[in-house]
């Protein structure tokens, strides 16, 4: 996943890992091909943390639960099937 330079990223590497399954990593500042899809999959997660919200009480278990909600929401680019039903085995 592609961070938007946000301190949320830095902050809380661990639930974009259970997110993504994979650690997050800086946008190249020139490449305005990876804004899209960054920014949205932030829309997403701003659903469930808004920006103002203080993220010190967050557990493991709260990242793992917003990560569970937004692996189940079918997505128009995969054809309205989840992340859950292309991508675990």
């Given at each position: 996943?592609?961070g938007?330079r946000s301190?949320?990223?830095g902050?809380?590497?661990?639930?974009?890992?259970?997110?993504?399954?994979?650690?997050?990593?800086?946008?190249?500042?020139?490449?305005?091909?990876?804004?899209?899809p960054?920014?949205?999959?932030n829309?997403?997660?701003?659903?469930?943390?808004p920006?103002?919200?203080?993220?010190?009480?967050?557990?493991?278990?709260?990242?793992?639960?917003?990560?569970?909600?937004?692996?189940?929401?079918?997505?128009?680019?995969?054809?309205?099937?989840?992340?859950?039903?292309?991508y675990v085995?």
């Amino acid at each position: 996943m592609l961070g938007d330079r946000s301190d949320v990223v830095g902050f809380f590497p661990s639930f974009f890992t259970s997110l993504m399954g994979s650690a997050p990593t800086s946008r190249h500042p020139i490449m305005p091909g990876n804004a899209a899809p960054t920014e949205n999959a932030n829309g997403l997660i701003r659903q469930y943390l808004p920006k103002r919200l203080s993220m010190k009480h967050l557990t493991q278990h709260d990242c793992n639960r917003v990560a569970a909600q937004l692996n189940r929401r079918p997505r128009k680019r995969l054809g309205y099937r989840t992340p859950e039903e292309c991508y675990v085995p």
